[in-house]
């Protein structure tokens, strides 16, 4: 089982995972703390995994928070999470290799950006790694 499905597990039985003054805290009923017990030694186990897992989750709801109406419009009226992509076609976007500007919106796994650093070339990611250009 990896950090993310033992957190998923968790979570789908009423706990919530949070770090406060970078500790993990863990809340979760207390009825179902024999069955939970194999979970949280996992945690326990690959704490610094947790630790990153939990902060990444932080800052991409922090970022979504962000996004322009239009995008999450977008998404609802065409029913799909990827299509909050589609206003900012032609528009410049964050990406894990640097800004671009936003050329293709394919699917949840092929959104072609031309990158500022090479512009004259195409670099595919999948959906989630693009986000609108703002400073965060």
Do not use: H
């Amino acid at each position: 089982m990896t950090v993310a499905d033992a957190i998923g597990c968790l979570e789908a039985a009423g706990a919530r995972l949070c770090i406060s003054e970078g500790r993990i805290e863990v809340e979760y009923p207390k009825d179902r703390r024999q069955e939970l017990a194999p979970i949280l030694s996992i945690l326990r186990t690959n704490r610094d995994e947790v630790v990153n897992l939990l902060r990444r989750r932080e800052a991409q709801s922090q970022i979504a928070d962000k996004w322009p109406a239009d995008c999450a419009e977008s998404a609802v009226k065409f029913g799909r999470p990827y299509a909050r992509l589609f206003p900012l076609i032609g528009k410049k976007v964050r990406t894990p290799k640097g800004p671009g500007i936003l050329e293709q919106v394919l699917g949840p796994r092929t959104v072609r950006v031309a990158l500022d650093s090479n512009p004259r070339k195409m670099t595919t990611f999948e959906a989630d790694e693009v986000l609108p250009f703002f400073t965060v």
